[in-house]
């Protein structure tokens, strides 16, 4: 799948996410300090929307039972979550952050 473009830089400004559909999937999209990550936007425990949670640093929590991963790697950092998120890759061109789901 090639490159999608989800939002402008701009649009999405230093620690926030926001959740963006790609190719039938949800994706959330969060703007660390370093740069721009990509997870699958649904907690692998029980299916809450990641995007209402808490971005701290590198972290998000689920906002239904508290889950922790690490945005940048998907990586599950404490229970009850214990399966990993999906990682995609992000690149910003032109302006704007684009993702691939492939």
């Known amino acids: 799948m090639p490159w999608v473009t989800v939002c402008a830089v701009d649009d999405l400004p230093a620690g926030a996410m926001r959740r963006f559909p790609v190719a039938g999937l949800q994706v ?37 039972h508290g889950a922790r991963f690490d945005v940048r790697t998907g990586r599950v950092l404490s229970p009850p979550a214990f399966k990993p998120l999906k990682v995609y890759a992000v690149r910003v061109t032109d302006g704007s952050v684009q993702v691939d789901v492939g």
Not at 28 to 55: M, N, P, Q, S, W
């Open 28 to 64: 959330a999209v969060y703007h660390l300090e370093d740069g721009f990550y990509a997870t699958a936007a649904i907690c692998t425990h029980e299916r809450a929307d990641l995007t209402k949670g808490e971005l701290r640093g590198t972290r998000v929590s689920c906002p239904l």
